[in-house]
């Protein structure tokens, strides 16, 4: 058996993705033979190799189908991946698709490879697989019914991975369908095993490292909790020896927390920072630093001098505020005031940590009233702009997902949805809350956030400043 | 060598048409009257290609009734419902935008489901089974 993971593009990054690195520490720890690669950037590179001129038109091509692209150009990535792959003569191949943008390209090198390879067996898995919201698995299932792949993997494939490898005809939870279970634990685990990736490739070595799955706040808007149920969360010791162990055999200083917040466990999250403050003191030219989703706390939590052990080893929080205006923030389940926030910002700002403030525009009970509360916080509060606020990301207005609790309580919020999968075209059964009226807050609140010397940049924007700083 | 299948349904009103299936460079079915429901062929084929398809057998005067506000009640035609290339069908959406009949008449129907005589052609023009599958996909983008 002979087990090749990689990444599909396209995820738009310097750095190397984790997957097929983590599933590789697990699989080699079950005694299966694996190569873990990142064709993700390996992509890019080719493309930026061969079609210079027109990288992004090309990128969009890989991403979705596209009137004005060219078959044969998407044919020599797809020849280009298959002989990546095929290098390593596998029995089994595992795809990752991280977002829904690698479901074009995957779909055809799946059928590339059964048509040259059919006796190699193909499992894909990842949130890619399972559209952008996580719900539905036509994708999957399509690909199934047509035979292009053998196994999808829905959540956590840590596990299943090598159990499907390693045997036939499983009925696992996960496997080839929806319902699955979390792992026992994330500690103690195998780590990740980068050692054949194409280092030379990446212009930020920054790596990917996973805390926590799940999530401590169950705000209303958010399905994360429906995906994973329980929160489960490492150890500071065995985030640290993870940490330490990936410096000294990759020379990575800066890593990027996968979870939903870095935060959730508080006691744990605080030994991982005094245990690399200490190692910062103790190794000033080999420093370790990171990057993650980060949730603002009540100030009775967060003392003066948990801010300044954060300081010495973080460079980015990404916050989901989501709302300047309390009790909006509190019909979330945000769980945190303005005061609260001003505590947090002043902290940062003391202590030089950069934050990137998400928004969310036009929540359920949002109205006029909040709209100009919302631009008044911008110059209110105008001397946080530039630091520690990055930048402010304000999304794309609300949209309600199913699984969350703005969807089961759509009739007694008085919401009126248009689509049962992702709904952004919701609106107020008064009318007074409509996309349209939304962008329009949208647009005012931007305005008035750059008047008052904020930078306002998308998610994805944000992320790639943040790598730019990363490195 | 690429893998060629065609699902066919038949409907039966007044018996039913005949089709026959060639490429410029050789015949793959000879003309056949498909009976009443869902017919599979499956041909291996070289690309480039057309794949043209002869349908006989329909009387246009009589073999459709319609309703007064022009509702077909009964007609006797043939709909290509699926057709897969090296095993993988293609796209749902687009299958209805790539089949051309030519009528006996010389008129132009684009469309999966073929109501007159005439010759269907499958525009298979290209290196590979890949390419035609991207390339068909296209005509959604």
């Given amino acids: 058996m002979k087990l090749v993971i990689t990444s599909i593009p396209w995820t738009d990054t310097e750095s ?4 097929p690195a983590l599933l590789k520490g697990q699989c080699v720890a079950k005694g299966i033979d694996t190569t873990a690669i990142d064709l993700n950037q390996e992509v890019i590179h080719f493309v930026k190799n061969n079609f210079s001129t027109r990288y992004n038109e090309i990128q969009s091509a890989v991403i979705q189908n596209h009137r004005d692209s060219n078959p044969n150009e998407i044919r020599s990535i797809i020849e280009f991946m298959a002989k990546r792959l095929s290098e390593y003569n596998p029995t089994h191949i595992a795809l990752s698709l991280l977002t829904y943008g690698s479901q074009y390209i995957c779909e055809w090198l799946c059928f590339y490879y059964k048509l040259h390879y059919p006796n190699v067996k193909i499992i894909i898995g990842g949130p890619g697989v399972f559209n952008t919201f996580g719900i539905e698995h036509g994708y999957a299932d399509r690909l199934l019914e047509q035979k292009q792949i053998d196994y999808f993997v829905k959540g956590d494939g840590d596990e299943l991975l090598s159990q499907i490898v390693s045997q036939e005809n499983i009925d696992l939870p996960g496997v080839n369908r929806i319902d699955w279970q979390q792992p026992k634990t994330l500690n103690d685990q195998p780590y990740p095993m980068y050692d ?17 799955r799940g999530c401590v706040r169950k705000c209303s808007f958010c399905d994360v909790h429906e995906h994973w149920k329980k929160f489960q969360w490492r150890t500071g010791e065995d985030l640290f020896a993870e940490l330490i162990y990936q410096n000294k055999n990759t020379g990575v200083r800066r890593f990027k927390f996968q979870d939903s917040l870095i935060n959730g466990n508080q006691n744990e999250f605080m030994k991982l920072m005094r245990l690399l403050s200490d190692h910062n003191l103790k190794n000033p030219d080999n420093t370790i630093q990171w990057s993650s989703f980060f949730i603002f706390r009540p100030k009775k939590q967060m003392h003066d001098d948990d801010w300044r052990l954060i300081s010495h080893s973080a460079v980015w929080l990404t916050v989901g505020v989501e709302s300047l205006v309390d009790h909006v923030r509190m019909h979330m389940r945000k769980k945190f005031t303005n005061d609260d926030l001003d505590y947090c910002l002043s902290k940062c700002q003391q202590y030089g940590i950069s934050v990137v403030m998400m928004l969310i525009v036009g929540y359920v009970t949002d109205s006029e009233d909040t709209h100009q509360e919302t ?20 999304g794309g207005g609300l949209g309600i997902l199913p699984g969350t609790e703005l969807y089961r309580r759509q009739e007694e919020l008085g919401i009126i949805l248009n689509d049962v999968n992702f709904d952004n075209h919701w609106q107020s059964k008064d009318g007074k809350n409509t996309h349209k009226v939304r962008m329009r807050w949208m647009k005012e609140q931007r305005e008035a956030a750059v008047k008052a010397g904020f930078n306002e940049q998308s998610l994805i924007g944000s992320h790639l400043l943040m790598e730019m700083k990363m490195k | 060598m690429t893998a060629l299948s065609l699902t066919l349904y038949s409907n039966n009103f007044n018996g039913s048409m005949s089709a026959s299936f060639f490429t410029a460079q050789k015949m793959l079915q000879k003309t056949t009257v498909l009976k009443h429901g869902d017919h599979i062929f499956d041909f291996d084929i070289d690309l480039p290609c057309t794949l043209n398809v002869l349908v006989n057998g329909k009387d246009n005067s009589k073999d459709t009734v319609v309703d007064d506000k022009g509702n077909i009640l009964e007609d006797k035609f043939i709909r290509i419902d699926k057709i897969c290339l090296d095993n993988k069908p293609l796209n749902d959406n687009a299958l209805p935008k790539f089949c051309k009949l030519v009528t006996n008449d010389s008129k132009t129907i684009v469309s999966n489901y073929i109501g007159f005589n005439g010759m269907v052609s499958l525009d298979l023009n290209y290196s590979d089974s890949l390419v035609a599958h991207i390339s068909i996909q296209k005509l959604l983008g």
């Fill in chain 1, 16 to 19: 190397p993705l984790l997957a």
């Fill in chain 1, 196 to 212: 054949e990736y194409k280092w030379e490739l990446y212009g930020n070595p920054s790596l990917g490292i996973v805390g926590s």
């Fill in chain 1, 375 to 394: 631009m008044q916080w911008f110059e209110k509060n105008k001397q946080y702009a530039n630091n520690p606020i990055q930048h402010i990301s304000f």
